[in-house]
Nanobody, 115 residues
């Protein structure tokens, strides 16, 4: 099993920045993809960004504003969010995927951007 614990959410004004972190523990495996999804009220959960070794992927809506990084030694993934907009308001979920295994999810953390 894998446990994912997110931190760093909160309330910020539009144009501000927040930094989300997620620490993974348990059977994280050697080759995995870690990333972030988000779910706004009344909407489906959507992909934000992920990273596997050095390869990163971003949703078009966050490109140029968000940066994902990871520390393999600490099993940590970080999402630096800059130039935040009100539409970034959502619950953000950490995600870990390993081959041939169902993905793991964190409990979610609230990010609220006030306009």
């Amino acid at each position: 099993q894998v446990q994912l614990v997110e931190s760093g959410g909160g309330l910020v004004q539009a144009g501000g920045s927040l930094r989300l972190s997620c620490v993974a523990s348990g059977s994280v495996g050697t080759f995995n993809t870690m990333g972030w999804y988000r779910q706004a009220p009344g909407k489906q959960r959507e992909f934000v960004a992920n990273i596997m070794t050095e390869t990163t992927n971003y949703a078009d809506s966050v490109k140029g504003r968000f940066t994902i990084s990871r520390d393999n030694a600490k099993n940590t993934v970080t999402l630096q969010m800059n130039s935040l907009k009100s539409e970034d308001t959502a619950v953000y979920y950490c995600n870990l995927r390993r081959p041939l295994v169902a993905p793991f999810w964190g409990q979610g953390i609230q990010v609220t951007v006030s306009s």
